[in-house]
């Protein structure tokens, strides 16, 4: 029997971040290389990838990175993974080219230069595995499954996917080769999981297309667009309506004019009309009927961006009264919140919203009917629910139940979980180093729980500084102590706490320079302290407090 191990360093019991590991012998296969975007209380932080330490202890091992598609959640960690493992990237031709895009803006990495394009028709024979694709349909073109061939069975691994039957040219699923791996033999299916709680019937993407259309031709003013980047189909779909309709569409950041110039260069996006697509600095040319504005925002974010044209601090745009922001994104649930301060804002500086899920039900991800097609389709031995919360992969294995799986070869992963092939299924063998790394700028991994603790305390309480200056060598305070404070309490109307405090510390500071021993930690200490239970008892907050004691001669 092959010594098969399945690892997820992320996308089990979260949304994003897709990176899966599968060890068979002495070979080691990653399957995408996703990050995702922090959540409210990661402060600061750019993205998330997971932790890679356990790559870079088996680097020999590793064959190769398999990607499915070219959406962040499975390519965005890329250029910090090659950096540390490079090896051979295999991807579609979409794929490939957006993965560069990604890799080319990373200074470490931007001379990696060993991808290679693979299709539904590739085969690559490694040492104890024939690696193969089969087509998907996702949110983009060219979206591919793997598949891990082995003795004891295929280990196929879908990717984002869903099934629609009216898909477009480079966005249809090969269901016959799904049932054919299903007659060859499936060992386990590692199944996308991020819709699995709902039944309902997902619109098919002419019916997106067909509503897109409608609300864009009933609009006399300008239609500011929302949509993510790299949903290639959702932007096809805006081209479309934008040349039907003799409207020119305006490009606003650097990010998505690059995937779709790349898009459009490997003919995945058509364009009726060469001249349909203008820069900002050409809007004024246009009347407002003759322009649809496209915001993806930075790495396809866009409501940060809606929120700056509300309030006059975007770059190009500013909402006017009779635009409509149509948001043709679903945000995920940790969104709302922005989505409905977003729509105030847009409302208040006279525009309109409407929202594509108001009217359908919209997702690049299969529903719990279509998982459990896929169930029957592949007939896995072993069930490896992937891509979700808790709640999603307890749904996938409740629908995987309904149709006569076993819910002993269903196995519900953590991250870093070590699942490892034995006569009786996979067992759980320990584990490796799965944590988030946060990346913020330029800096990987240093950004950490306490660093994050301290952003929260600066952005709720504020900070609170202290200065004073003593003589050590003879014992006496040269310089009394002088307050500043940022975001805790309002000086003008605060000057008694202030007073108080400058007193509290001068007092701590004298009776601390009489002891026989000094140190400076422990006087920062003392000074902190005191301060600490005094604010905390005036205000009810604990702001930072940053003690600064200089030394005179």
Known sequence: MSDIKIIPLGGVREYGKNF????????????DAGLKYPENEQLGVDVVIPNLDYLVENKDKVQGIFLTHGHADAIGALPYLIQEVPAPVFGSELTIELAKLF?????????????????ADTEIEFQDTLVSFFKTTHSIPESLGIILGTPEGAIVYTGDFKFDQTARKY??????????????????????????????????????????????????????IAAVASNLVRIQQVLDSAASHGRRVVLTGSDVENIIRTAIR???????????????????????HELIILEAGRMGEPLNNLQKMAI?????????????????????VSKEAMVARVENLIYKAGGSVQLISQNLR??????????????????????????????????????????????ENIYLMKR???????????????????????????AIGDVGNIVLRDRKVLSEDGIFIVAITVNKREKRIVSKAKI???????????RDILRESAELVNTTVDNYLQRENFDWGELKGAVRDELSKYLFDQTKRRPAILPVVMEVR
């Open 266 to 288: 490997l003919k995945k996006l058509t364009l009726v009309d060469e001249k349909l697509l203008i820069k900002p600095k050409d809007m004024q040319k246009y009347e407002d």
């Open 20 to 31: 899966y590991l599968v060890e068979i012998n002495e070979s080691l296969f990653i399957l």
């Open 484 to 494: 500043n404070t940022r975001g805790f309490v309002y000086v003008k109307k605060s």
């Open 312 to 332: 006059g601090r975007h770059r190009y745009v500013q909402i006017k009264e009779g635009d409509l922001v149509y948001i043709v994104t679903t945000p995920n």
């Open 362 to 407: 919209v997702s690049g991800h299969a529903n719990g009917r279509d998982l459990q097609l896929l169930i029957n389709l592949t007939r896995p031995k072993y069930l490896f629910p992937i891509q979700g919360e808790y709640r999603d992969l307890a749904a996938h294995a409740a629908l995987a139940e309904e149709v006569g799986m076993l819910p």
């Open 416 to 442: 870093g979980d070590i699942m490892s092939l034995n006569e009786d299924g996979f067992l759980h063998e320990g584990s490796v180093p799965a944590s988030d790394v946060m990346i913020d700028g330029n």
């Open 171 to 224: 966005y249809q699923t090969d269901l016959a080769r799904l049932a054919d791996l299903g007659k060859e033999g499936v060992l386990a299916l590692l199944s996308d999981s991020a819709n699995a709680t709902s039944n309902v019937q997902v619109a098919s993407e002419s019916e997106v297309g067909d509503e897109m259309d409608s609300v864009i031709g009933d609009v006399q003013g300008r239609v500011i």
């Open 103 to 119: 890799v080319k803006s990373n200074n470490n990495v931007k001379k990696f230069k060993n991808f290679h394009v693979v299709d």
